[in-house]
């Protein structure tokens, strides 16, 4: 195809891939975790249209080729959300504590009723900003799980969280009989069209209705909403900040394959493991895929590249082999030529970082010590590049 380039020369050459890393515990999965093993692959070139065409200006990546790659993840990856904003859409503060966090903040709960009525289908969303702010302040919003709420507070930030699976079980039984997809599918239908939306799809639409919100609330600054997800949610949250360009900043904690990961790569987890295990979090369509990832006219350093130009952070740890942590920094490193596009600076190292060293400008990276999960030392190193970022940014 056209469209694909070869980026061979680039990946094998001036990207150094062969450091070494620890090896991964006998009881990990049985798949491939040596890098030299990993075949030659061939890259989608993100900035070829698919009538071959070469992308040159930010204006042809915004009004062509950015519609392309986005319809290109809805029908192949994701699925495409059947439905937008509801127009019914309301919400409703239900509670409020002005001693959160031993008194360092203000917390308040918010439910959204998607459709306007309590006894339909809702959404919670709690919301923390530092207590005594003066003025509206910037916040993350993380779908599921959140911790280190104190050093973000003390930091200037707010957290706004809500539970991804008040819309979508994250569990195979009845995935579609007791999600959102199945109030908004048509009467008879028993499961979701080969290009409609899987789990992630919803959970990424769920954190554009909390952002609805979040941009009517006076004490939270609408310019300066980030999103952060971890693993599957970091999976989310990449979807969801491609889709909504609202999301100023992007931060993927450990989202692997699926998330920020070349997956033509095979390592780790790979395209049919996580079909077979997650069946329901990808739109039908990604599992015809499973035995020729080749054929994928995507791979993951494109959906980086949608979120251009605004600014990424892609983060993993040194023993999270599954979530492959070298495909996760070539995502970040690949996305770059969008991002030069528009006078922006990527990663700018060609060899992925050591252990704790931080790099990148409008594209971050981290590989950090330990296990899979979100620690202190991811949020500290976020935190410092939203600060860095929002110096910058109007």
Request: with cysteine; net charge neutral; aromatic share 12%.
């Amino acid at each position: 195809m056209k469209q694909l380039a070869a980026a061979l020369t680039f990946l094998f050459g001036a990207i150094d891939l062969f450091a070494q890393q620890p090896k991964p515990p006998a009881d990990h999965p049985q798949v491939l975790y040596d890098e030299s093993k990993v075949l030659p692959f061939t890259l989608p070139d993100v900035l070829v249209l698919l009538n071959g065409n070469k992308v040159k200006d930010a204006k042809t990546w915004k009004e062509k080729r950015r519609p392309e790659i986005l319809k290109l993840f809805e029908e192949n990856v994701y699925g495409r959300a059947v439905v937008g904003k509801p127009k019914e859409m309301i919400w409703e503060l239900v509670s409020v504590d002005s001693n959160a966090f031993d008194g360092t903040g203000v917390a308040k709960k918010v439910i959204i009723y998607f459709m306007g009525k309590k006894d339909g289908p809702k959404m919670g969303l709690d919301i923390t900003v530092p207590k005594n702010s003066l003025k509206p302040v910037p916040i993350f919003l993380v779908p599921g799980w959140v911790n280190n709420e104190k050093l973000v507070l003390k930091r200037g930030y707010g957290l706004a969280n809500f539970d991804p699976c008040e819309v979508q079980p994250d569990k195979q039984d009845s995935a579609f009989e007791n999600s959102i997809r199945k109030y908004f599918a048509k009467p008879d239908q028993k499961e979701p069209g080969l290009d409609e939306w899987g789990a992630i799809g919803v959970w990424a639409w769920a954190a554009s209705r909390a952002m609805d919100y979040l941009v009517t609330d006076h004490g939270i600054d609408s310019n300066k909403v980030c999103i952060m997800g971890l693993s599957r949610f970091g999976k989310a949250a990449m979807w969801a900040g491609a889709q909504d360009e609202r999301f100023v900043m992007v931060f993927s904690c450990e989202s692997g394959c699926g998330g920020a990961v070349i997956v033509r790569r095979g390592f780790g987890e790979t395209v049919r493991a996580i079909n077979n295990t997650f069946p329901y979090w990808f739109c039908e369509n990604f599992k015809s895929y499973n035995e020729r990832v080749n054929d994928l006219p995507v791979d993951w350093h494109m959906l980086v590249a949608l979120i251009a130009p605004r600014p990424v952070y892609i983060s993993t740890a040194e023993e999270d082999y599954w979530g492959d942590q070298r495909g996760s920094f070539l995502a970040a490193k690949l996305a770059e030529p969008v991002y030069n596009l528009f006078n922006e600076k990527g990663l700018g190292v060609n060899k992925m970082p050591p252990v704790e060293k931080p790099v990148g400008d409008f594209i971050g990276f981290h590989l950090r010590k330990g296990t899979h999960g979100l620690n202190e030392y991811d949020w500290e190193q976020f935190l410092n590049f939203a600060d860095r970022h929002f110096g910058k940014l109007k």
